[in-house]
């Protein structure tokens, strides 16, 4: 096929040798299959950010740290340049994400390039040597989706002890291959301890691997792996192999209000008073 302009460069460079078929085009996105020397790989051309369809963008990006502070700065301003730095953040971030979570034992594809905005990595196949069905179009057996299920719930254990979580995990962003689930697409991927919307979007992508897989095996609906894994979490107890349960129950001491009041007035009045010698030395200074 003909070569799209922005995978040119690639070419030019040697790192790709042809452009086999289009993939698919997804929200912010479009995935070509290319021949690399003997390799079969896949190259993701992410979409300006004036094409893309991802939607509440910030949101994900909360949190994430820029380590130059010139870059930094010229992205809060909103300069052309600083668009630039917000496009590059936003493409590296899926790179990084990558190398990081497969070093974590999580099943992700293997990356290899970012140059231009074109992200080149490997091509997910099933046992026929074919590209890989997303999660959404395979059948499975109830046997079938407990272990899948649970090997999901082992990666995002997995990604959740390396500081990430997914932000978009679903029956879409997940491929099929003859070893089970591959976790996909990571650019919106969210700095768990940086972003105050981390346990919300940990909750969700739990919770849509539980209601696919629970299609094919009901169980698993009544489990509650994001409550229990984030309270591990937070209290420094989640590794990488804990074993969980799915069982997790809200803690029902009851609220002590007047105790809580009680607190909040003492600081109060102690700020007050504070002010107030703070006020009084000023005073006999002059």
């Excluded at 953040?89 to 231009?116: I, Y």
């Excluded at 091509?123 to 649970?150: F, Y």
């Excluded at 009041?261 to 009084?280: N, T």
């Amino acid at each position: 096929m003909k070569i799209p302009n922005r995978i040119q460069p690639l070419v030019d460079d040697g790192l790709v040798d042809e452009v086999i078929s289009r993939l698919m085009s997804g929200k912010e996105a479009d995935v070509y299959v290319v021949r690399c020397g003997d390799e079969i790989r896949c190259a993701k051309v992410y979409k300006e950010a004036s094409k893309r369809s991802f939607k509440q963008a910030v949101v994900y990006q909360e949190g994430r740290r820029v380590r130059n502070s010139r870059n930094a700065r010229a992205m809060e301003k909103g300069s052309k340049y600083g668009r630039q730095q917000h496009e590059e953040v936003w493409q590296n971030t899926e790179v990084d994400a990558l190398f990081k979570l497969a070093a974590a034992g999580v099943r992700v594809p293997r990356p290899h390039v970012c140059l231009d905005g074109v992200l080149l990595m490997e091509l997910v196949t099933d046992a026929d040597g074919n590209v890989a069905p997303r999660l959404n179009d395979v059948a499975l057996t109830r046997e079938q989706a407990l272990i899948d299920h649970g090997k999901v719930i082992r990666y995002v254990v997995r990604m959740l002890c390396a500081g990430l979580i997914h932000g978009d995990l679903s029956e879409f962003n997940v491929l099929v291959d003859a070893q089970g689930p591959v976790i996909i697409d990571l650019p919106q991927v969210v700095d768990a301890a940086a972003n105050n919307q981390a346990k919300a979007m940990l909750e969700r992508d739990v919770n849509n691997m539980r209601n696919y897989y629970g299609m094919y095996a009901p169980e698993l609906l009544k489990t509650r792996y994001a409550r229990e894994m984030w309270a591990l979490f937070e209290d420094g107890k989640l590794g990488p192999e804990t074993e969980l349960t799915g069982l997790f129950e809200e803690s029902r001491e009851a609220v002590d209000l007047d105790g809580v009041l009680h607190e909040i007035e003492s600081a109060q009045a102690e700020a007050m008073a504070r002010r107030a010698r703070q006020q009084a030395e000023q005073e006999e200074g002059f």
